[in-house]
Protein backbone atom coordinates (compact mmCIF):
# COMPACT_ATOMS: atom_id res chain seq x y z
CA UNK A 1 0.00 0.00 0.00
CA UNK A 2 2.75 2.62 0.66
CA UNK A 3 4.60 2.08 -2.69
CA UNK A 4 0.67 2.87 -4.57
CA UNK A 5 0.41 6.13 -1.89
CA UNK A 6 3.86 6.90 -3.00
CA UNK A 7 2.80 7.02 -6.91
CA UNK A 8 -0.32 8.44 -5.93
CA UNK A 9 1.24 11.44 -5.17
CA UNK A 10 3.58 11.53 -8.27
CA UNK A 11 0.65 11.39 -10.25
CA UNK A 12 -0.78 14.56 -8.22
CA UNK A 13 2.05 16.18 -9.15
CA UNK A 14 2.42 15.15 -13.20
CA UNK A 15 -1.45 15.87 -13.07
CA UNK A 16 -1.37 19.95 -11.43
CA UNK A 17 -3.40 21.69 -12.14
CA UNK A 18 -5.40 19.44 -14.16
CA UNK A 19 -8.31 17.57 -12.08
CA UNK A 20 -7.02 13.72 -11.11
CA UNK A 21 -9.13 10.58 -11.98
CA UNK A 22 -8.64 8.70 -8.99
CA UNK A 23 -11.15 6.10 -10.15
CA UNK A 24 -9.04 5.40 -13.00
CA UNK A 25 -5.62 5.90 -10.87
CA UNK A 26 -6.28 3.24 -8.58
CA UNK A 27 -7.47 0.83 -11.23
CA UNK A 28 -3.16 0.75 -12.23
CA UNK A 29 -2.44 0.76 -8.76
CA UNK A 30 -4.30 -2.53 -8.17
CA UNK A 31 -6.52 -1.45 -5.51
CA UNK A 32 -10.45 0.40 -5.21
CA UNK A 33 -10.68 4.51 -5.13
CA UNK A 34 -12.34 3.95 -1.67
CA UNK A 35 -9.25 1.78 -0.26
CA UNK A 36 -6.89 4.76 -1.58
CA UNK A 37 -8.49 7.63 -0.35
CA UNK A 38 -9.68 6.32 2.90
CA UNK A 39 -5.49 4.79 3.41
CA UNK A 40 -4.24 8.33 2.11
CA UNK A 41 -6.56 10.54 4.72
CA UNK A 42 -6.00 8.25 7.01
CA UNK A 43 -1.79 8.27 7.03
CA UNK A 44 -1.78 12.02 5.68
CA UNK A 45 -4.29 13.82 7.73
CA UNK A 46 -6.33 15.18 5.38
CA UNK A 47 -8.28 14.05 2.67
CA UNK A 48 -7.16 14.00 -0.90
CA UNK A 49 -9.17 16.01 -2.39
CA UNK A 50 -7.31 19.02 0.24
CA UNK A 51 -4.03 18.00 -0.27
CA UNK A 52 -4.34 18.36 -4.62
CA UNK A 53 -6.29 21.21 -3.36
CA UNK A 54 -3.40 22.65 -0.88
CA UNK A 55 -0.67 21.36 -3.75
CA UNK A 56 -1.71 23.48 -6.61
CA UNK A 57 -2.66 26.48 -4.59
CA UNK A 58 1.46 26.27 -3.59
CA UNK A 59 2.60 25.82 -7.15
CA UNK A 60 0.36 28.36 -8.22
CA UNK A 61 1.69 30.49 -5.54
CA UNK A 62 5.20 30.88 -7.04
CA UNK A 63 3.50 32.30 -10.75
CA UNK A 64 1.40 34.44 -8.19
CA UNK A 65 4.64 35.97 -6.59
CA UNK A 66 6.59 36.17 -9.43
CA UNK A 67 4.30 38.43 -11.60
CA UNK A 68 5.00 37.68 -15.21
CA UNK A 69 1.55 37.04 -15.81
CA UNK A 70 -1.43 38.93 -15.17
CA UNK A 71 -3.64 36.77 -12.88
CA UNK A 72 -6.01 35.79 -15.27
CA UNK A 73 -3.91 33.67 -17.24
CA UNK A 74 -2.64 32.51 -14.09
CA UNK A 75 -5.92 31.31 -13.20
CA UNK A 76 -6.39 30.04 -16.55
CA UNK A 77 -2.67 27.55 -16.23
CA UNK A 78 -4.45 26.23 -12.83
CA UNK A 79 -7.41 25.17 -13.75
CA UNK A 80 -9.45 28.29 -13.08
CA UNK A 81 -12.39 28.98 -15.57
CA UNK A 82 -12.18 32.81 -14.09
CA UNK A 83 -9.90 35.05 -11.46
CA UNK A 84 -12.82 35.47 -9.04
CA UNK A 85 -12.63 31.42 -8.82
CA UNK A 86 -8.74 31.71 -8.54
CA UNK A 87 -8.83 34.20 -6.21
CA UNK A 88 -11.55 32.11 -3.36
CA UNK A 89 -9.34 29.02 -3.81
CA UNK A 90 -6.13 31.06 -3.41
CA UNK A 91 -7.37 33.04 -0.32
CA UNK A 92 -8.83 29.75 1.12
CA UNK A 93 -5.41 27.82 1.66
CA UNK A 94 -2.91 31.29 1.74
CA UNK A 95 -4.74 33.46 3.95
CA UNK A 96 -4.63 36.36 1.57
CA UNK A 97 -6.03 36.97 -1.85
CA UNK A 98 -3.33 36.58 -5.17
CA UNK A 99 -3.48 40.29 -5.80
CA UNK A 100 -2.36 40.93 -1.81
CA UNK A 101 -0.09 38.48 -2.42
CA UNK A 102 1.77 39.83 -5.51
CA UNK A 103 2.06 43.28 -3.85
CA UNK A 104 3.54 41.89 -0.49
CA UNK A 105 5.28 38.51 -1.56
CA UNK A 106 3.00 36.93 1.12
CA UNK A 107 1.43 35.30 3.59
CA UNK A 108 2.31 32.34 2.14
CA UNK A 109 1.26 28.65 3.19
CA UNK A 110 2.86 25.95 1.44
CA UNK A 111 1.94 22.31 1.56
CA UNK A 112 5.00 20.41 1.35
CA UNK A 113 5.08 17.22 -1.27
CA UNK A 114 3.86 13.90 0.88
CA UNK A 115 6.22 11.18 0.90
CA UNK A 116 4.92 7.70 2.99
CA UNK A 117 6.84 5.46 4.73
CA UNK A 118 6.42 2.44 6.84
CA UNK A 119 8.24 2.53 10.38
CA UNK A 120 8.48 -0.71 11.53
CA UNK A 121 8.14 -0.67 15.32
CA UNK A 122 6.52 -3.87 16.77
CA UNK A 123 5.10 -2.63 19.69
CA UNK A 124 1.58 -2.63 19.32
CA UNK A 125 0.24 -6.07 19.03
CA UNK A 126 -3.25 -6.25 17.24
CA UNK A 127 -6.09 -8.50 18.19
CA UNK A 128 -7.97 -9.23 14.86
CA UNK A 129 -10.10 -12.18 13.51
CA UNK A 130 -11.24 -12.35 9.73
CA UNK A 131 -14.84 -13.20 9.49
CA UNK A 132 -16.60 -14.22 6.56
CA UNK A 133 -20.30 -13.40 6.73
CA UNK A 134 -23.90 -14.10 5.06
CA UNK A 135 -25.95 -10.84 4.45
CA UNK A 136 -28.03 -9.64 7.34
CA UNK A 137 -29.78 -6.03 8.75
CA UNK A 138 -29.01 -3.47 11.32
CA UNK A 139 -31.39 -2.57 12.39
CA UNK A 140 -32.24 0.30 14.98
CA UNK A 141 -32.61 4.38 15.48
CA UNK A 142 -30.21 6.64 13.18
CA UNK A 143 -29.86 9.91 12.81
CA UNK A 144 -27.39 11.87 10.13
CA UNK A 145 -24.24 13.20 11.78
CA UNK A 146 -20.94 15.50 11.59
CA UNK A 147 -17.93 13.33 11.22
CA UNK A 148 -15.66 14.15 14.10
CA UNK A 149 -11.79 12.25 14.40
CA UNK A 150 -11.39 12.54 18.27
CA UNK A 151 -12.95 12.98 21.37
CA UNK A 152 -16.68 12.09 22.12
CA UNK A 153 -19.41 13.33 19.14
CA UNK A 154 -22.22 15.78 20.87
CA UNK A 155 -24.22 15.28 18.41
CA UNK A 156 -24.20 11.20 18.66
CA UNK A 157 -24.72 11.67 22.14
CA UNK A 158 -27.42 14.04 21.63
CA UNK A 159 -29.20 11.28 19.45
CA UNK A 160 -28.50 8.65 22.28
CA UNK A 161 -29.95 10.49 25.25
CA UNK A 162 -32.91 11.49 23.42
CA UNK A 163 -33.45 7.76 23.06
CA UNK A 164 -36.19 6.40 26.23
CA UNK A 165 -34.40 4.31 28.64
CA UNK A 166 -36.62 1.03 28.18
CA UNK A 167 -35.66 1.70 24.13
CA UNK A 168 -32.04 0.01 24.88
CA UNK A 169 -32.66 -3.19 25.97
CA UNK A 170 -35.95 -3.65 23.88
CA UNK A 171 -33.45 -3.22 20.78
CA UNK A 172 -31.18 -6.08 22.52
CA UNK A 173 -33.45 -8.62 22.64
CA UNK A 174 -34.09 -7.95 19.04
CA UNK A 175 -30.19 -9.12 17.74
CA UNK A 176 -29.82 -12.41 16.74
CA UNK A 177 -26.23 -12.51 14.97
CA UNK A 178 -23.13 -11.27 14.60
CA UNK A 179 -21.93 -8.55 15.57
CA UNK A 180 -23.29 -9.14 18.90
CA UNK A 181 -25.19 -6.82 21.50
CA UNK A 182 -25.88 -3.22 20.89
CA UNK A 183 -24.00 -1.34 18.29
CA UNK A 184 -22.44 1.95 17.18
CA UNK A 185 -22.71 1.95 13.32
CA UNK A 186 -21.01 4.11 11.11
CA UNK A 187 -22.72 4.46 7.35
CA UNK A 188 -22.85 6.59 4.05
CA UNK A 189 -19.07 7.88 4.86
CA UNK A 190 -17.38 10.53 2.85
CA UNK A 191 -14.36 8.12 1.23
CA UNK A 192 -12.31 10.99 2.22
CA UNK A 193 -13.20 10.76 5.92
CA UNK A 194 -13.52 14.95 6.24
CA UNK A 195 -13.97 16.17 9.39
CA UNK A 196 -17.36 17.57 9.17
CA UNK A 197 -18.93 15.58 6.55
CA UNK A 198 -22.12 13.98 7.31
CA UNK A 199 -23.00 10.23 8.04
CA UNK A 200 -25.39 7.82 8.59
CA UNK A 201 -25.37 6.96 12.69
CA UNK A 202 -27.28 4.12 13.83
CA UNK A 203 -27.76 3.05 16.97
CA UNK A 204 -29.11 -0.30 17.13
CA UNK A 205 -28.50 -4.43 16.36
CA UNK A 206 -27.40 -6.72 13.74
CA UNK A 207 -30.49 -9.25 13.06
CA UNK A 208 -30.19 -12.10 10.01
CA UNK A 209 -31.99 -11.59 7.09
CA UNK A 210 -35.17 -13.31 7.58
CA UNK A 211 -36.20 -11.63 10.97
CA UNK A 212 -39.23 -9.72 11.50
CA UNK A 213 -38.00 -5.72 11.98
CA UNK A 214 -40.38 -4.15 14.33
CA UNK A 215 -42.07 -0.67 12.93
CA UNK A 216 -40.63 2.60 13.30
CA UNK A 217 -37.03 1.35 12.88
CA UNK A 218 -34.65 2.02 10.20
CA UNK A 219 -33.00 -0.73 8.41
CA UNK A 220 -29.58 -1.20 6.67
CA UNK A 221 -29.02 -3.95 4.74
CA UNK A 222 -25.67 -5.37 4.74
CA UNK A 223 -24.86 -7.94 1.86
CA UNK A 224 -22.60 -10.89 2.49
CA UNK A 225 -18.81 -10.58 2.85
CA UNK A 226 -15.95 -10.27 4.89
CA UNK A 227 -14.97 -8.34 7.89
CA UNK A 228 -11.54 -7.78 9.92
CA UNK A 229 -12.78 -7.69 13.52
CA UNK A 230 -10.41 -5.55 15.97
CA UNK A 231 -10.47 -6.36 20.15
CA UNK A 232 -9.54 -2.97 21.96
CA UNK A 233 -9.77 -2.37 25.80
CA UNK A 234 -9.02 0.67 27.87
CA UNK A 235 -10.45 4.47 28.43
CA UNK A 236 -12.99 5.05 25.75
CA UNK A 237 -13.44 6.02 23.20
CA UNK A 238 -9.37 7.00 22.65
CA UNK A 239 -8.44 3.49 22.29
CA UNK A 240 -11.11 2.48 20.13
CA UNK A 241 -10.32 5.48 17.99
CA UNK A 242 -6.32 5.08 18.18
CA UNK A 243 -7.39 1.35 16.95
CA UNK A 244 -9.19 2.91 14.20
CA UNK A 245 -6.18 4.83 13.13
CA UNK A 246 -3.83 2.26 13.66
CA UNK A 247 -5.72 0.07 11.26
CA UNK A 248 -4.39 2.08 8.66
CA UNK A 249 -1.09 2.76 9.44
CA UNK A 250 0.27 -1.01 10.43
CA UNK A 251 -2.36 -3.67 10.00
CA UNK A 252 -3.13 -2.50 6.12
CA UNK A 253 -0.12 -2.07 4.88
CA UNK A 254 1.22 -5.75 6.84
CA UNK A 255 -1.49 -7.58 5.59
CA UNK A 256 -3.30 -8.53 2.56
CA UNK A 257 -6.75 -6.79 2.47
CA UNK A 258 -7.97 -3.62 1.56
CA UNK A 259 -11.30 -1.60 2.39
CA UNK A 260 -15.05 -2.16 0.84
CA UNK A 261 -17.98 -0.22 1.08
CA UNK A 262 -19.89 -0.69 3.70
CA UNK A 263 -21.07 0.53 7.35
CA UNK A 264 -18.35 0.14 10.08
CA UNK A 265 -19.26 -0.77 13.17
CA UNK A 266 -18.51 -0.97 16.78
CA UNK A 267 -19.45 -3.91 19.11
CA UNK A 268 -19.24 -2.43 22.71
CA UNK A 269 -18.78 -6.03 24.60
CA UNK A 270 -18.31 -4.52 28.36
CA UNK A 271 -18.06 -1.15 30.15
CA UNK A 272 -18.01 0.99 33.34
CA UNK A 273 -20.91 2.06 34.20
CA UNK A 274 -19.93 5.87 33.45
CA UNK A 275 -18.44 4.10 29.97
CA UNK A 276 -14.75 5.72 31.03
CA UNK A 277 -13.30 2.19 29.47
CA UNK A 278 -14.59 -0.37 27.58
CA UNK A 279 -14.29 -3.33 25.87
CA UNK A 280 -15.11 -3.66 21.93
CA UNK A 281 -14.97 -4.49 18.62
CA UNK A 282 -14.24 -2.85 15.49
CA UNK A 283 -16.07 -4.62 12.37
CA UNK A 284 -14.53 -3.24 9.26
CA UNK A 285 -15.85 -4.58 5.72
CA UNK A 286 -12.48 -5.88 3.89
CA UNK A 287 -11.68 -8.16 0.67
CA UNK A 288 -8.11 -9.54 -0.45
CA UNK A 289 -6.30 -7.00 -2.11
Known amino acids: MIPALNRLVDLVE ?16 GTTEYHL ?13 EYVRRRRMTVAAADV ?31 AGPGEVRRAGGPLRTQPRLRFHLTVEGGERMDTRIADRPGFRLVGHAARV ?13 HLTALPAEEHPRLGALGDTEPAGLL ?3 ADLDPDRTEGSE ?6 VAVSAATPVPGGLAVIEVPA ?27 FPSNPWRLRPGPEIVAVLDRADDFSTAT ?7 EPA
Do not use: K
Request: charged share 15%; hydrophobic share 40%.
Open 225 to 251: GRWVVVRTTGPHPRTLQHTWATTATEW
Open 65 to 95: VRGEQDLLSVAVRHGYGSAEAFGRAFRAVHG
Open 146 to 158: PLLHHGVNPHIRQ
Open 37 to 49: RRMFSSLAGMPLS
Open 184 to 186: AVS
Open 14 to 29: QGLPGDLDVTVVARTL
Open 280 to 286: CELWLPV
Open 199 to 204: LTYLHG
